[in-house]
């Protein structure tokens, strides 16, 4: 093992340390540090003494892999082991860290909190990062490409966290990096001058050399430092885009304890957002009101590819937002809001806000949308809002809607999807004349258990009869589940079906009574539909079944044919319970999500062995046979001759064999008659060996001689050893000096293996006659 080997191998440790350390910034605890540190020496070890004992690179990796998979396995799972064995319970407890971590992920904003799944799986991740690192910069001696799994690990920080990671997070990996290249180019500089000076030359060739040298590594380290210092510089000029998260979990708020600020983007996803899980609180409030309304945050009308958008809008918007009705047909109550971590320029308040008072905080109101905005973030303000509650006989007999509020967006529906939603509002709505009764028509068929669904776990989605994935209006139909974005969007679709103006509403559930105020959470995070009514405007519906929906309002609970005071659907039905309970209320229970239902190790193997994936997996396997094939046969056909080897001689003269034959899958064939010693200079000239190894290919054929021409019992296991490990070191620099296809064209297509496959049928027919 050459010094060098050792300095490559303790660097890529190093670095890969460095450039994990930054994940420590994205969870409250750090014991996954220690343990990963371990996982990162343990690889660098299995590294070094995989190299020393073959020159199989793909061996020293699978060394790698298996180890510490093996090592990782026991320490977290290995409970579930026998007799020191994995068993098919140690892939359950696997996986349930796995979706410990990612439920983990998806729940908390940075810093989370640490646990057992967690850790687990920042460990894998470290060992994947660590392997890679270790096989590119010692393995494969190629340094520059260990920067990119180094770049992988440093990204996974700098993609999660909620602001610029510090400084010296960038500069260790980097520094580490650069060490590492310039010790492995200088390392092959060394060996481009290979020309030994005649005794008699007044030119100091060492000397030459070590100028040389000085140049090409002051060079390096003058080009690596200006690409630091432009990594360093060009971000503090260049303005930032809008992150991108791994997850939809880390990093999307200031802080994992409510510090900071959480914002809402512009875009809902229909088949992903809003099933959001941290308890940090958003914002406080106090209210006049006796009931509770949910607090909207924005309000938009396009949709597109299973997205709404708020950019997109069509259509000539008013200059000034429609009067509100008039005061006999609405109430006015006050909001005061504290510790509000709301990013600007939204604030959360209940709909209609007539008034705003924040400390002389410049605010606008949306003309169509009425969405507040402000100038900048505000930590506490009070809201005059209006509380419209028409009776059904009114909004029945409100007309046809018509007002500049009312854009070609809010009765849009998807082409892909209009045949589908079209017959469904169809079918929903059956027998109803008025926009109010189809409306809680398609209000109640979606609250209703027996046919729809709540639950945050989507399932996978579903494809038509030609492999294409369903829109999602289409994928909620088939599924009947999902949360409150998916029955939302189903309600919204099916009113403008029926000519009713509707769009979707993003805000906060009322939260929950902590003393005399109210707490909203992140989790409290709720999308709902508004539909237009002539006269009064847009009114809030409640279509979302389950614990997390808000309480649906006094006209969308009544039922068609009731009057004013009628019954129907009441408040208090078990799949309308929510949030929005009254205020007396402190259970917790209200703003719980339903517990996701967890699939059974036997299903989980359904869905892992399933005939697309055991065809699959068998194609991959046979690929990787295939393409191993002549190697596993060339190191077969070595291990057996050695094996077979009774004396010394016998042994030197399989080593030789191999050289010349590896010699030979490199370019250098032997020509016929040449000698020993002739030979013996060809390889050291074409092979462009150093002094080092020029000597040490002299020592093998002394060796060789000695075997053939000396008395057998005077060649030594001694010799045979040293003249094996010459060899090693000979193969290695010699194959440094080739091209890289023809270094993989002797590694897949070794002469010996294909001479083997290519002379067995002439061995096996003697043998049958």
């Not at 090409?216 to 971000?235: E, I, M, N, Q, R």
């Not at 409100?398 to 469904?424: K, Y």
Request: with cysteine; proline share 7%.
């Amino acid at each position: 093992m050459t010094r060098r080997r050792w300095r490559i191998t303790l660097l890529a440790a190093l670095a890969t340390v460095a450039a994990v350390y930054p994940i420590t910034s994205l969870f409250v605890e750090t014991t996954w540090l220690p343990q990963a540190v371990f996982i990162v020496f343990l690889v660098a070890g299995l590294g070094l003494v995989g190299r020393g004992l073959t020159r199989s690179r793909g061996l020293v990796v699978l060394l790698q892999v298996l180890v510490t998979t093996y090592v990782i396995l026991a320490r977290y799972t290995g409970e579930t082991f026998t007799l020191l064995v994995p068993t098919p319970a140690t892939l359950e407890a696997a996986n349930s860290l796995g979706l410990q971590a990612l439920e983990t992920i998806n729940r908390y904003s940075a810093p989370a909190p640490l646990n057992d799944g967690i850790t687990f799986c920042l460990v894998v991740a470290v060992a994947l990062v660590a392997i890679a690192v270790d096989a590119m910069a010692a393995t494969w001696r190629s340094p520059a490409a260990a920067g990119l799994p180094l770049l992988t690990a440093y990204l996974i920080t700098a993609a999660n966290g909620d602001a610029a990671l510090a400084l010296r997070y960038f500069v260790v990996p980097v520094v580490l990096w650069l060490v590492m290249l310039h010790t492995t180019a200088r390392a092959q500089f060394g060996r481009w001058g290979t020309a030994n000076a005649a005794d008699q030359s007044q030119i100091d060739e060492a000397a030459h050399d070590r100028e040389a040298l000085r140049s090409f590594t002051a060079g390096a380290l003058k080009l690596g430092a200006v690409g630091v210092v432009v990594a360093l510089l060009v971000p503090a000029v260049i303005p930032h885009f809008p992150p991108r998260y791994l997850t939809e979990g880390l990093g999307r708020s200031g802080g994992g304890g409510g510090e900071g600020s959480v914002g809402f983007n512009d875009t809902l996803d229909l088949s992903r957002s809003l099933n959001n899980q941290d308890q940090s609180p958003v914002l406080t409030y106090t209210t006049t009101a006796f009931t509770r309304a949910p607090l909207r945050v924005l309000a938009t009308s396009y949709y597109s590819r299973g997205q709404w958008s708020v950019a997109g809008a069509t259509g000539e918007r008013p200059d000034n937002p429609a009067p509100l009705p008039p005061p006999n047909k609405m109430r006015k109550y006050d909001i005061t809001v504290t510790d509000n971590t709301l990013a600007a320029p939204r604030i959360a308040a209940p709909y209609p806000v007539i008034a705003l008072n924040a400390a002389g905080t410049q605010w606008s109101v949306d003309p169509v949308t009425r969405d507040v905005r402000v100038d900048r973030a505000v930590s506490n303000y009070t809201v005059t809002y209006a509380d419209i509650a028409p009776s059904p006989p009114e909004l029945r007999e409100s007309g046809a809607p018509d007002s500049p509020d009312i854009t070609d967006d809010d009765l849009t529906i998807p082409d892909r999807s209009r045949d589908l939603i079209e017959q469904w509002s169809a079918e929903v709505t059956k027998g109803k004349d008025n926009p109010l009764d189809k409306a809680i028509a398609i209000q109640n068929h979606l609250r209703d258990p027996s046919r729809y669904t709540y639950s945050l776990d989507l399932g996978e989605s579903l494809r038509d009869s030609q492999g294409r994935l369903l829109e999602p209006i289409q994928n909620f139909y088939e599924a009947r589940r999902g949360y409150c974005v998916q029955f939302a969007t189903a309600m919204i679709m099916l009113a403008r079906a029926q000519g009713i103006p509707a769009r979707m509403a993003i805000g906060f559930l009322p939260g929950q009574l902590s003393g005399e105020r109210y707490i909203v959470r992140a989790s409290d995070a709720h999308a709902w539909p508004e539909l237009y009514f002539q006269g009064y405007g847009w009114l809030r519906f409640e279509p979302t079944p389950g614990a997390r929906s808000g309480t649906p309002p006094p006209y969308a609970v009544l039922g068609a044919d009731s009057g004013s005071t009628g019954g129907g659907r009441e408040v208090s039905d078990t799949n309308t319970a929510s949030g929005g309970a009254s205020a007396s209320s402190t259970s917790t229970t209200a703003t719980a999500a339903p517990v996701r239902p967890q699939e059974s190790f036997l299903d989980s193997l359904g869905h892992v062995f399933s005939v697309r994936n055991v065809v699959l997996a068998t194609a991959l396997v046979l690929g990787l046979l295939a393409a191993f094939a002549m190697p596993i046969t060339a190191w077969l056909l070595r291990l057996r001759r050695r094996r077979a080897a009774v004396t010394q001689q016998d042994l030197i003269e399989a080593e030789w064999d191999d050289l010349t034959s590896h010699f030979g899958d490199l370019g250098l064939s032997a020509p016929e008659g040449a000698t020993l010693r002739q030979l013996r200079e060809r390889y050291v000239s074409a092979g462009h060996l150093d002094e080092e190894n020029a000597t040490a290919m002299r020592r093998v054929t002394a060796t060789l001689e000695k075997s053939r021409y000396d008395r057998p019992e005077r060649t030594t296991p001694q010799e045979a050893f040293r003249l094996h490990h010459d060899i090693r070191s000979i193969r290695r620099q010699v194959g440094h000096t080739r091209a890289w296809q023809t270094r993989a064209r002797s590694f897949f297509w070794p002469g010996a293996a294909v001479s083997f496959w290519r002379s067995l049928p002439d061995r096996l027919l003697p043998r049958r006659r």
